[in-house]
């Protein structure tokens, strides 16, 4: 039988086979991991009877994705759980990478990338200290099917440099491990 490791559950308080209070509960009899109730019912009590069951957080529709979202991401926070795998976020200061809208800020300052730059810099900023080749860069930022010039990954590099470095002469975020590739850091 395969084990699945949860890290967050979203619960509705109108479940089929029985409700989402009883769900908490059992739920919090064996594990700790943080639990977000959804439901239509914005009465106090039951609000109240949510988290006594367990909840950390409730919910009430309406309600917009970007406020789940948000509450998904400061239940991480405060649980432990890893920014990048479950805000969406790569931090490697001075940059702060949001792999949910797809947005690179330097010192709290957005930077302005294409789809391509986006998609280099969270492939180099996952992979801090590794050298990558080119081809590795090509094929999974253009796809193994591109049979266009390599060199296109040395022109996306160098207009990425233009953008985050601060001396584009002396490259600190990404530098060339020369014969191969590049690396971040």
Known sequence: MRTTRLNLAVLD?????????????????????PIIMLTARSQEMDKVTGLMTGADDYVTKPFSP?????????????????????SGEISQPPFLLNTRNRTLEKNGKPVKLTQVEYSIMRMLMENPGKALSREEILDLVWGRDYFGELKIVDVNIRRLRLKIEDNVQNPTYITTVWGYGYKWG
């Open 66 to 86: 970007a406020e789940l979202t948000a509450r998904v991401d400061a239940l991480m926070r405060r649980s432990g759980g890893s920014m990048e795998e479950h």
């Open 13 to 33: 308080v109108m479940l089929p086979d029985m409700d989402g209070f009883t769900l908490c509960q059992r739920i919090r009899e064996d594990h700790l991991f």
